[in-house]
Each structure stands twice: as C-alpha cells, then as structure tokens.
C-alpha cells in the first residue's frame, strides 16, 4: 500500500484507467465475437452492417492506446476479408 500521496493519488487514477479500458477492450471484444458468429453462419447482411461499428471499434481501441496500431490493423483486415469472402 502506498504511503505518500501523490502514489495514494496515482494508484487512484490508475485504477479508473484500468476500469475505463477494460470498458472499451471488452465491448471491442464483444463487437468482434458478433460479427465473426455472423460470418459463421453465413449471413451476410448481418455481416455486413456489424463491419463498420466493429472497424470503428477497433480504430477507437487503437487510438487510445489499448492495443497497438498493428493488432488494430491486423484484426480490421481479417475482419474485412471474412466478410468479402462471404460475397462469393
């Protein structure tokens, strides 16, 4: 436990900033878990309209620094490709 305050006052803003992450990774997460089961099972107007609020997602996530610019980037071109393919 922290004896000084500015650690007291540290260790307070860190926690909310784990809570505020945790937040936004796990409706990334969930966004990702819904249009993959949408591709699953091969439906592809579902597919089609979950993409752009996941890409968004993903984009917001990375920007605020929760997962690294390339992770973003590879999970919206996996994402993106799952979805085209079910155009065929």
């Known amino acids: ?37 949408a591709v699953e099972a091969g439906d592809k107007e579902t597919a089609q309209s979950l993409l752009p609020t996941t890409l968004e997602l993903v984009d917001t996530t990375a920007q605020k620094k929760i997962i690294h610019a390339n992770a973003a980037a590879r999970t919206k071109s996996r994402l993106t490709r799952s979805v085209a393919a079910l155009g065929n």
């Open 1 to 37: 436990m922290a004896n000084i305050k500015s650690a007291e006052k540290r260790n307070r803003t860190n926690e909310s900033s784990r809570n505020r992450n945790r937040s936004t990774r796990t409706r990334m997460r969930t966004a990702i878990r819904e249009l993959r089961a």
